[in-house]
């Protein structure tokens, strides 16, 4: 299955996300933190694990403040992947580092401890994906992600969250399979 996504729906939605982006507020949105997240490629037959170390960093562009539950952060993260390997012998393992501007909104105009996201952002990984079902082109790759997830704790300091990635190379060059991932996220604020 290819993935098409021209450099105008990129920029579009970037746009979009800039737009509707403000500080955060309740459950500690405009603040730091730190996660540890795991999960599973969706694709059939792959079985790729991964893993990641992030910060989410609140922005507030134009220094908007805070306005019905939206609010904008960086995603920055270090991840690793572990794969078949293209030769159908063992497992290998790839790093990936990346940064996805993140659009959360909370629900019940930001008094609810439930909260969406969605994001876009790119990657670069140490070696072209590579497994004996799916081969990718590139090393840099676009990402996309849509999740749902709840704040809890004395100041909402903790957060759980379930996370639909997707990552593909936007069809700068062939071939581009692209893969989903299904990702549990625990996140710390300070």
């Not at 098409?4 to 603040?31: E, H, I, M, P």
């Not at 996660?35 to 960093?57: F, I």
């Not at 749902?148 to 581009?176: A, C, M």
Request: glycine letters at 14%; charged letters at 15%; one cysteine or more.
């Amino acid at each position: 299955m290819t993935t098409k996504f021209s450099g105008v729906r990129v920029a579009l939605g970037l746009g979009a996300l800039l737009v509707c982006a403000t500080q955060a507020l309740a459950y500690g949105d405009a603040t730091p933190g730190f996660y540890v997240e795991g999960g599973k490629a969706l694709h059939g037959g792959a079985d790729t694990d991964a893993w990641a170390l992030g910060a989410v960093l609140p922005w507030s562009p134009g220094g908007a403040g805070v306005v019905n539950g939206r609010s904008f952060a960086w995603d920055l993260f270090a991840s690793q992947w572990r794969a078949p390997h293209e030769a159908g012998d063992g497992r290998r393992n790839y790093v990936q580092l990346g940064a996805i501007a993140t659009w959360r909104y909370r629900f019940d105009q930001g008094s609810s401890p439930w909260f969406a996201e969605a994001g876009i952002g790119g990657t670069v990984m140490n070696h072209v994906y590579r497994t004996p079902e799916r081969s990718f082109s590139t090393a840099f790759q676009f990402t996309e992600v849509l999740g749902l997830g709840r704040s809890f704790g004395e100041r909402g300091e903790h957060e759980l969250s379930v996370r639909l990635q997707h990552v593909s190379n936007g069809g700068i060059k062939k071939p581009n399979p692209g893969a989903n991932f299904v990702r549990l996220r625990y996140l710390y604020r300070f």
